[in-house]
């Protein structure tokens, strides 16, 4: 179940990078040998919505979503899902994951997935102190009994 958890973990936070945030972690001697068992394809997804999180559901719009799938040499596969239409930031997610399933998972940890974790983390941050800015508490003054 742990090992569930981990994997997890890294595939959210492949999913939230960003092409750029994902190369400028990338380790320049990293380029294993590898096949697409699926090539990198696009298509559409729905987005669904609650009002306030707990309401009716509805339809908030359909967005891109880009996977891919690839197999390492030693038979480990990873797969990947990411919004937009980058082609080649799925492969490299995908290719990622595998990796992150092998022997090399402790070092990848460390130099990709955990200072892409704490650059996620230092956005929600920033994020959630922008609308607690703007946030407007009402109160209400009750009258008396007439």
């Known amino acids: 179940m742990e090992a569930q958890k981990t994997r997890q973990h890294w595939l959210s ?5 960003t ?25 559409l997804t ?8 707990t309401g009716k559901r509805f339809i908030l719009g359909d ?10 040499n030693n038979g480990l596969c990873g797969y990947s899902y990411v919004l937009g239409r980058d082609h080649q ?3 490299r997610c995908a290719l990622l994951d595998a990796l992150l399933q092998g022997e090399q998972s402790a070092a990848l940890q460390q130099q ?14 920033l994020r959630s102190r922008e609308v607690a800015s703007s946030r407007v508490d009402f109160f ?3 009258r008396g009994d007439n």
Do not use: D, F, K
Request: hydrophobic share 45%.
């Open 46 to 53: 729905r987005l669904q919505a609650r009002m306030g999180g």
């Open 140 to 142: 209400t003054l009750v």
């Open 63 to 72: 967005t891109t979503v880009t996977r891919a799938v690839v197999r390492l």
């Open 112 to 125: 990709i997935i955990a200072p892409l974790a704490a650059l996620r983390q230092e956005q929600l941050t």
């Open 89 to 91: 930031h799925a492969e």
């Open 13 to 17: 936070v492949l999913a939230h990078s």
């Open 19 to 43: 092409p750029q945030q994902l190369l400028a972690h990338w380790p320049a001697q990293l380029q294993p040998a590898y096949q697409l068992l699926r090539a990198p394809e696009t298509g």
